[in-house]
Nanobody, 125 residues
């Protein structure tokens, strides 16, 4: 059984930091790797960051320079370190795995097959 279990969400003030984790089990790592999405109320779910099997990382422009994705291979745990958080970062964050396709720069071109349950991140001023 494939499971993606996230933890680490919460509430912080603008400028604060949070770290998300996602433990993945029952799933081999495809070349496209693992990733994080987020969804704010009234908005479409958006790709935040990915890390490919070979280590290539991708970041959405809105988080570049502030968020860092990493992956521990032995435990198949995915992380997202979020610094300098802004109110616009408020969303439910989902870890994800196994998209049908991805580009050479790491961006996923197709939706993932597997999703976590989501964890709420709230940034207040």
């Amino acid at each position: 059984e494939v499971q993606l279990v996230e933890s680490g969400g919460g509430s912080v003030q603008v400028g604060g930091t949070l770290s998300l984790s996602c433990i993945i089990s029952g799933l081999w790592m495809s070349d496209c790797g693992r990733g994080w999405y987020r969804q704010s109320p009234g908005k479409e779910r958006e790709l935040v960051s990915t890390i490919a099997k070979r280590g290539t990382t991708y970041y959405a422009d809105s988080v570049k320079g502030r968020f860092t994705i990493s992956h521990d291979d032995p435990s198949d745990t995915l992380y997202l370190q979020m610094n300098s958080l802004q109110a616009d970062d408020t969303a439910v964050y989902y870890c994800a795995a196994d998209p049908h396709g991805c580009s050479n720069d790491g961006r996923w071109t197709d939706p993932p097959l597997y999703w976590g349950q989501g964890t709420q991140v709230t940034v207040s001023s």
